[in-house]
Nanobody, 124 residues
Framework: QLQLVESGGRLVQPGGSLRLSCATS????????IGWFRQAPGKGREGVSC????????IYADSVKGRFTISRDHAKNTVYLQMNSLKPEDTAVYYC?????????????????WGQGTTVTVSS
């Protein structure tokens, strides 16, 4: 059974960078699209970025396009989210999950195997 674990969140200053990792404590990521989602204090969960199982397709929320990059390393069984030019509004708990990608609409949804989340705080 696929179980995901996020790491890499911490306090960072505006304009700074972080790389989040999504690994598995059970199962392999190889055959699954994986997505990053976030939930800011007092707000609902929103999709940030998703990547297809073979890495050929990626989707980004408009709010992070040009700043965040999703990638995956099959050898390390890990999906990454490189976050650059961070803004205070990026402050949230970030989760990874098994995802479904709808290429026709350029959207993705979280399905299951949600991790426990990692906290990113962008503040001076």
């Amino acid at each position: 059974q696929l179980q995901l674990v996020e790491s890499g969140g911490r306090l960072v200053q505006p304009g700074g960078s972080l790389r989040l990792s999504c690994a598995t404590s059970g199962g392999t990521l190889d055959y699954h699209a994986i997505g990053w989602f976030r939930q800011a204090p007092g707000k609902g969960r929103e999709g940030v970025s998703c990547i297809s199982s073979d890495g050929s397709s990626t989707i980004y929320a408009d709010s992070v396009k040009g700043r965040f990059t999703i990638s995956r390393d099959h050898a390390k069984n890990t999906v990454y989210l490189q976050m650059n030019s961070l803004k205070p509004e990026d402050t949230a708990v970030y989760y990874c999950a098994r995802a479904s990608i709808r290429r026709s609409t350029g959207t993705c949804n979280g399905l299951d195997a949600w991790g426990q989340g990692t906290t990113v705080t962008v503040s001076s």
